[in-house]
């Protein structure tokens, strides 16, 4: 029997039930009925919400054909990058993002910014190709 990977986020690399290739959705490696993937439903602040139902898994194997995606949240970057091999937007060392993703499971950068001594997260970000994930360091934030 395969092993399963951990609870998180991940985007399908082959269709899982009725979830087609390319989505992204949140693993949960247990639970009754068993393990099984969600889908989006909506993002408040740049992060995604999953929502039942979901989907399970059909087999353990079909956990296979899932990529491992970092979570959501704050980070810096380490070693300043571009988003693509375009080079629309570059992204300096040092600098805190948000980081999101959109319901294919592409990488969303977010800007924060201080106005009047308050940090605020425009809704607007950069997409970046995955690559470039390598190049942030996750950040600890109090919640």
């Known amino acids: 029997m395969a092993e399963l990977p951990p609870c998180g986020l991940y985007v399908t690399r082959a269709p899982i039930g009725t979830v087609p290739a390319g989505r992204l959705v949140y693993f949960h490696n247990h639970g009754d009925p068993g393990p099984g993937i969600y ?9 995604a919400r999953f929502e039942q139902p979901g989907v399970l898994l059909p087999s353990p194997e079909a956990a296979q ?3 491992a995606l970092p979570a959501e949240g704050y980070y810096r970057v380490v070693q300043a990058f571009e988003c693509c091999p375009n080079r629309c937007r570059r992204f300096e060392a040092e600098l805190l993002v948000q980081l ?37 360091a996750p950040l600890k934030v109090a919640v």
Do not use: K
């Not at 889908?39 to 992060?47: E, F, I, K, M, S």
């Not at 977010?110 to 809704?123: K, N």
């Open 39 to 47: 889908l989006p439903t909506r993002w408040v602040a740049n992060g």
């Open 65 to 67: 054909s899932l990529e």
């Open 100 to 136: 999101g993703y959109d319901g294919a499971g592409t990488p969303i950068v977010f800007l924060p910014e201080v106005h009047d001594g308050v940090i605020r997260v425009p809704e607007m970000g950069t997409r970046i190709d995955r690559d470039r994930l390598a190049h942030l």
